[in-house]
């Protein structure tokens, strides 16, 4: 159930106050609904200001067929952080029925991909509010590049990164306000329905049964993972006693086995890497679709599972790509984005420990793998931009500020750092970003102080060079090493 408003939280609704707040909103009501922003650089209308949730409620009915839309009621719990007449949430692919603001009805507009709503009175600053959504959530997306639902073999899977999930349920799409989130999925008798967290219950009544997810640590609406379908669910246990599941097609179970077995020990490896492993659960999701890529949904990884049974693809390559996403739960689910700007971030670092993992269980070079990425670096940047300040995504393409510059690009500026400061401070650093920075946001900035702190240096200069500059620099220690000239551009990514 949604979290239970805090006791005296409710909004005071003194005579005066009321009086003045309701002048403020007969002027602004006047004015149509606009679609709102939190101001980030690469997506200007995702997300929106005023408020900060505290909690998401999802509720979704799946009528057992991908044709039709699910019934859906999202309920979302949040704190005003300004005087609101309105409430503006990302909500673009389904049908509102109804809204009502702490249990009172309340009007509502679409205006871009944006629903507003609202409420009969305005709402005072450091309130607590509820609002719940009656819609409808429709897997039939408008193009699979949208991301939303994924229509599998078998039933759907979620892949919302980065601005889709407002395509599933209305929200406060953005990674810079994260919240704890409480899934449960109605489907017929027959289908395996996993979400984020842990299962707090599973209750069937007659031809349909209900599965109940609650998430132990906040999560950024674009890690909301939901799977349904005729699965399997495969336990085992990981290092500390951590509970691992995984999900994979029934069908598929014997096959897919042995891949799913090599995640106790990659886990370990990145535990003595980085720390302790944040979250309660973790699982590889392994759907019978086609994405074009792998994504770090909290607690519950998303594969397609032809990566593993198509056999042009190495041994060694499919675990990397396994520790890549892996990586993510410390690098971009633990620790979030502030703005999509910082999104090196979190690719840069998966795909470090993608690639030293490949090192170390391979025999595949770093050093090789850097210098032929700062070969083609250069072309990266003219391309993409530099890592932490990426282009803008081309129009109508969402997905591709996904470009080699904030993966192996950034890679390469964490190759030049730890050849710049020494391992020893490099993986202090890594250990003390992701203990710091736990369950919150963090910015490029933020890396940029802890790393000229834990190095006792002022490194501005080095990050101003290779994390926003235009060419890359002269890699510390290998002078060497150069441009190529390349007459093709470079290939992107199937990891997110």
């Not at 170390?360 to 072309?379: F, G, I, L, N, Q």
């Amino acid at each position: 159930m949604p979290l239970t408003p805090r006791v005296g939280a409710r909004r005071l609704k003194a005579t005066a106050l009321l009086a003045s707040a309701v002048s403020v909103c007969l002027l602004a009501a006047s004015a149509p609904p606009a679609p709102l922003g939190v101001g980030d650089r690469l997506f200007p209308y995702l997300g929106n200001p005023g408020y900060d949730v505290a909690s998401y409620d999802l509720s979704f009915t799946y009528p057992g067929t991908n044709s039709k839309p699910l019934q859906a009621v999202t309920t979302i719990d949040a704190w005003t952080t300004e005087d609101l007449d309105r409430i503006n949430l990302d909500f673009a692919h389904g049908t509102v029925e109804s809204v009502e603001v702490d249990g009172e009805p309340a009007t509502f507009a679409s205006a871009g991909e944006d629903l507003v709503v609202t409420p009969q009175e305005p709402l005072q600053e450091g309130s607590w509010t509820r609002i719940t959504v009656r819609h409808t959530s429709d897997p039939a997306a408008p193009g699979d590049e949208d991301g939303g639902w994924v229509r599998t073999a078998d039933g759907l899977a979620m892949a919302n990164q980065a601005d889709a999930a407002h395509l599933v349920f209305p929200c406060n799409d953005h990674p810079s306000d994260k919240a704890m989130f409480t899934i449960r999925v109605t489907a017929p008798n027959g289908y395996t329905v996993v979400a984020n967290g842990l299962p707090t219950g599973v209750d069937r009544v007659g031809t349909s049964t209900t599965w109940t997810y609650r998430t132990r640590h906040p999560m950024a609406t674009e890690l909301a993972q939901v799977s349904i379908g005729r699965s399997t669910v495969l336990r085992r246990e990981g290092p500390h006693g951590l509970p691992v599941r995984d999900v994979v097609p029934t069908k598929d179970v014997k096959q897919l086995e042995p891949w799913l077995a090599r995640t106790p020990e990659q886990i370990a490896w990145m535990e003595s890497k980085v720390g302790p492993y944040p979250f309660e659960t973790y699982g590889v999701l392994m759907a019978e679709a086609t994405t074009g890529f792998e994504l770090e949904t909290q607690t519950l990884s998303l594969f397609e599972k032809d990566l593993f049974t198509e056999p042009g693809y190495p041994a060694w390559y499919i675990e990397s790509i396994m520790v890549h996403e892996l990586s993510h739960q410390w690098f971009g689910d633990s620790v979030s984005p502030r703005a999509w700007s910082d999104l090196w971030l979190n690719e840069g670092h998966a795909t470090w420990y993608e690639a030293l993992y490949a090192e170390e269980r391979a025999h595949r070079p770093m050093e090789a793998r850097m210098k032929a990425a700062y070969a083609v670096s250069d072309r990266w940047r003219a391309a993409g931009g530099p890592p932490a300040a990426p282009k803008p995504p081309a129009p109508g393409q969402k997905i591709s500020i996904f470009r080699p510059n904030v993966y192996d690009g950034a890679a390469l500026a964490l190759y030049a750092l730890r050849q710049e400061i020494g391992r020893d401070y490099f993986e202090h650093l890594e250990r003390a970003w992701v203990t710091t920075h736990r369950d919150g946001t963090a910015t490029t900035a933020d890396f940029e102080h802890l790393a000229s702190e834990i190095s006792g240096r002022d490194l501005s200069a080095f990050f101003k060079a290779w994390l926003y500059g235009e060419k890359t620099p002269p890699m510390p220690g290998h002078p060497d090493w150069k441009q190529a000239q390349a007459t093709k551009a470079a290939p992107g990514s199937r990891t997110r």
